[in-house]
C-alpha cells in the first residue's frame, strides 16, 4: 500500500505541468544589439547579354555551389494593352 501512494504521488509531482510566467507585452521585450554583418571578398562580373555574375571563394570546404536569381518582375506580370 505504502509503495502504491509512493507511486501515485512521484507520479503526480513528476508529469505536473510547468507553469510559466505572464508574457510581456510585445514593446516591453528586449534583446541584444545585433552584430555586424561582415561580406567576404567577392568579385562582380557582367555577361554581354547584362546578367551579373558575383564570385566568392571559400576554401574550408572543398564544395562547388551555385544560385541563380532572375528578375522576373516584367516576364510574370500580366500585359496591359
Known amino acids: 500500500m505504502a509503495i502504491a501512494c509512493l507511486t501515485l504521488v512521484m ?3 513528476w508529469h505536473s505541468p510547468a507553469v ?3 508574457p510581456k507585452h510585445y ?3 528586449e534583446f541584444p544589439p545585433l ?3 561582415e561580406l567576404p571578398e567577392y568579385s562582380r562580373y557582367q555577361l554581354e547579354n547584362g546578367i551579373v555574375i ?4 571559400d576554401r ?3 564544395l562547388v555551389r551555385e544560385v541563380l536569381s ?3 518582375a516584367a516576364v ?3 500585359i496591359i494593352r
Open 35 to 37: 552584430r555586424t554583418l
Open 76 to 78: 510574370l506580370s500580366p
Open 27 to 29: 514593446r516591453e521585450l
Open 60 to 62: 574550408e570546404l572543398p
Open 20 to 22: 510559466a510566467g505572464v
Open 11 to 13: 507520479t503526480v509531482v
Open 54 to 57: 558575383y564570385l566568392m571563394e
Open 70 to 72: 532572375l528578375k522576373l
